[in-house]
């Protein structure tokens, strides 16, 4: 994977931009600055590919994203990226309303272990 140190691979650039409006800068400062090789290295495919080429792809809104995002990291149980991406989803415009209703959806189809621990991590991010 060739990318340049200034930003100029342009994948990684618009990447890096819906990386930040998502997390926030403090977030995207931290992965960047980052001096473990195997870290950048995880940094850069994430702002490639996933940032870059997936969520920069404008078939589905960031909202729509957001919310399959939701519902897939409930279901997979993957809490720690859950809890990240429900202030992202918040960020790409969805209600919280909604989200809790994804979760009720989530256990429809994943069980009620995954959409209670979903719900668990909705509740933790009101409260901040």
């Known amino acids: 994977m060739e990318t340049?140190?200034?930003?100029?691979?342009?994948?990684r650039a618009k990447g890096l931009a819906i990386y930040t409006e998502m997390f926030g800068e403090d977030r995207a400062r931290k992965r960047l600055e980052s001096d473990d090789p195997d870290e950048q290295r995880l940094t850069e495919l994430l702002l490639e590919h996933a940032y870059g080429s997936i969520w920069s792809n404008t078939r589905l809104s960031r909202r729509e994203r957001s919310?399959?995002?939701?519902?897939?990291?409930?279901?997979?149980?993957?809490?720690?990226?859950?809890?990240?991406?429900?202030?992202?989803?918040?960020?790409?415009?969805?209600?919280?309303?909604?989200?809790?209703?994804?979760?009720?959806?989530?256990?429809?189809?994943?069980?009620?272990?995954?959409?209670?621990?979903?719900?668990?991590?909705?509740?933790k991010s009101e409260q901040i």
Do not use: Q, W
């Open 67 to 123: 919310l399959i995002t939701i519902a897939l990291l409930a279901g997979l149980g993957r809490n720690d990226e859950l809890e990240s991406h429900i202030g992202a989803a918040l960020r790409n415009g969805c209600e919280m309303s909604e989200l809790h209703e994804v979760m009720v959806h989530v256990g429809l189809y994943c069980g009620f272990p995954a959409t209670i621990s979903g719900h668990k991590a909705l509740k």
């Open 4 to 11: 340049s140190d200034d930003g100029g691979n342009e994948a």
